[in-house]
């Protein structure tokens, strides 16, 4: 019997390269980099860069032009599916960019994207505050005409993610006149400050520090997309990075079954092997049906962002995908946990990682909350049998 995901022949090569890839340049790291607090040396993050690019994994969903793979979305999945496989977040080594960066310049393409994408210089989003968070329409961050044609930023960001290693800030800020907009700013500029930058659950290579725009000056090319054009550009970032967060998830649970289900078949407990009891090996039937489930799920929204399907409905599915993924990847690590014992409370131990890591996919890019609130708005709007089937 073959699988209900059916991969083109280029897409099974994908899949293998990236698992390769994953197995052979970040798993091997994943221990040094929990006992470092995640971070690596730089010689063996240049390495991993080095090899993400040969194995072509670095832009998947930009444009070739661009120095990207050109991916489609089921694309983008396959390669997730594998990248995700891994702890300690090492994946984000493989140089990628935001997909708002594609509304940007010429100029901005060259100057901030084609080198993101070369894995020589990251760009953050700035989007979080203290009082906007799951609801952006409470953000305060302002940006006003300084009389020269350019604009002068004042707010303050939490939570941006690689900010403390980025060459520059996508920030959003209110716009007057115009509503919330887009701007690139340079990492240094005058103004720009990090007042904080707190430690985290996980341990991740990069940080997610807060950022403060103080007066911050900056010109009328460092506007993105458009003057307004936040709101319309970030609806699609969100449909990507829910199903991204997903299809890391679908890859989490596979490892955790994978390593769980080798120790159980090969650990000896009151004379029988340990899966052979059903306090262990139920649950992990459990989880083999939560991962085949979201697999499904998230390769589904996939193929209707392909196929050109309403964006809203995209949108939707992308909601219920990042929702069921998230939390079943959750109850996964913690059955894998257990199927370990004590070994499994072990920061050395991969199902320990993964129950650290996996709590923050029910809350970035938008809580469990937030993804229902879409769902039950959508099952009114676009009505029940075009949300679930």
């Given at each position: 019997?073959?699988?209900?995901?059916?991969?083109?022949?280029?897409?099974?090569?994908?899949?293998?390269?990236?698992?390769?890839?994953?197995?052979?340049?970040?798993?091997?790291?994943?221990?040094?980099?929990?006992?470092?607090?995640?971070?690596?040396?730089?010689?063996?993050?240049?390495?991993i860069?080095?090899?993400?690019?040969a194995a072509?994994?670095?832009?998947?969903?930009?444009?070739?032009?661009?120095?990207g793979?050109?991916?489609?979305?089921?694309?983008?999945?396959?390669?997730?599916?594998?990248?995700?496989?891994?702890?300690?977040?090492?994946?984000?080594?493989?140089?990628?960019?935001?997909?708002?960066?594609?509304?940007?310049?010429?100029?901005?393409?060259?100057?901030?994207?084609?080198?993101?994408?070369?894995?020589?210089?990251?760009?953050?989003?700035?989007?979080?505050?203290?009082?906007?968070?799951?609801?952006?329409?409470?953000?305060?961050?302002?940006?006003?005409?300084?009389?020269?044609?350019?604009?002068?930023?004042?707010?303050?960001k939490?939570?941006?993610?690689?900010?403390?290693?980025?060459?520059?800030?996508?920030?959003?800020?209110?716009?007057?006149?115009?509503?919330?907009?887009?701007?690139?700013?340079?990492a240094?500029?005058?103004?720009?400050?990090?007042?904080?930058?707190?430690?985290f659950?996980?341990?991740?290579?990069?940080?997610?520090?807060?950022?403060?725009?103080?007066?911050?000056?900056?010109?009328?090319?460092?506007?993105?997309?458009?003057?307004?054009?936040?709101?319309?550009?970030?609806?699609?970032?969100?449909?990507?990075?829910?199903?991204?967060?997903?299809?890391?998830?679908?890859?989490?649970?596979?490892?955790?079954?994978?390593?769980?289900?080798?120790?159980?078949?090969?650990?000896?407990?009151?004379?029988?092997?340990?899966?052979?009891?059903?306090?262990?090996?139920?649950?992990?039937?459990?989880?083999?049906?939560?991962?085949?489930?979201?697999?499904?799920?998230?390769?589904?929204?996939?193929?209707?962002?392909?196929?050109?399907?309403?964006?809203?409905?995209?949108?939707?599915?992308?909601?219920?995908?990042?929702?069921?993924?998230?939390?079943?990847?959750?109850?996964?690590?913690?059955?894998?946990?257990?199927?370990?014992?004590?070994?499994?409370?072990?920061?050395?131990?991969?199902?320990?990682?993964?129950?650290?890591?996996?709590?923050?996919?029910?809350?970035?890019?938008?809580?469990?909350?937030?993804?229902r609130?879409?769902?039950?708005?959508?099952?009114?709007?676009?009505?029940?049998r075009?949300?679930?089937?």
């Amino acid at each position: 019997m073959t699988s209900l995901v059916r991969l083109t022949p280029q897409q099974a090569e994908l899949q293998e390269r990236a698992r390769r890839f994953v197995d052979e340049e970040l798993v091997p790291h994943e221990e040094a980099a929990e006992r470092a607090g995640g971070r690596l040396p730089d010689e063996t993050v240049d390495g991993i860069i080095k090899a993400a690019v040969a194995a072509r994994l670095h832009g998947g969903r930009h444009a070739p032009e661009h120095g990207g793979q050109g991916w489609s979305t089921t694309d983008y999945v396959v390669a997730h599916e594998q990248l995700g496989r891994n702890t300690n977040g090492l994946w984000w080594w493989v140089p990628d960019a935001y997909n708002v960066m594609t509304a940007g310049t010429p100029e901005q393409i060259d100057r901030y994207l084609r080198p993101a994408l070369r894995g020589e210089g990251w760009v953050s989003y700035a989007v979080t505050e203290e009082h906007a968070g799951s609801d952006p329409s409470g953000i305060r961050a302002t940006a006003r005409p300084d009389g020269a044609g350019g604009w002068v930023l004042d707010g303050e960001k939490w939570f941006v993610t690689s900010g403390d290693v980025a060459a520059a800030h996508i920030v959003v800020a209110i716009c007057e006149g115009h509503g919330p907009t887009l701007f690139i700013v340079d990492a240094g500029t005058e103004g720009l400050s990090f007042i904080d930058e707190p430690p985290f659950t996980h341990t991740f290579p990069h940080g997610h520090p807060t950022l403060r725009l103080a007066g911050v000056r900056v010109g009328p090319d460092a506007v993105l997309g458009g003057l307004g054009a936040a709101d319309t550009l970030q609806q699609g970032w969100f449909t990507e990075e829910r199903l991204g967060i997903a299809a890391h998830c679908v890859a989490a649970m596979g490892r955790l079954l994978e390593e769980a289900v080798r120790w159980a078949a090969g650990r000896e407990q009151g004379g029988a092997l340990l899966i052979d009891h059903q306090g262990v090996s139920f649950p992990l039937a459990d989880s083999a049906a939560d991962a085949a489930a979201a697999r499904l799920l998230v390769y589904e929204v996939a193929q209707l962002a392909d196929s050109g399907a309403d964006r809203k409905i995209v949108h939707a599915k992308a909601s219920l995908a990042k929702l069921f993924a998230s939390e079943a990847a959750y109850r996964c690590a913690d059955r894998a946990v257990q199927t370990f014992g004590g070994r499994g409370y072990m920061r050395t131990n991969v199902a320990e990682r993964f129950l650290r890591e996996l709590r923050v996919d029910r809350i970035w890019e938008g809580t469990s909350e937030i993804q229902r609130l879409i769902i039950s708005r959508s099952l009114v709007r676009r009505g029940v049998r075009a949300v679930i089937t």
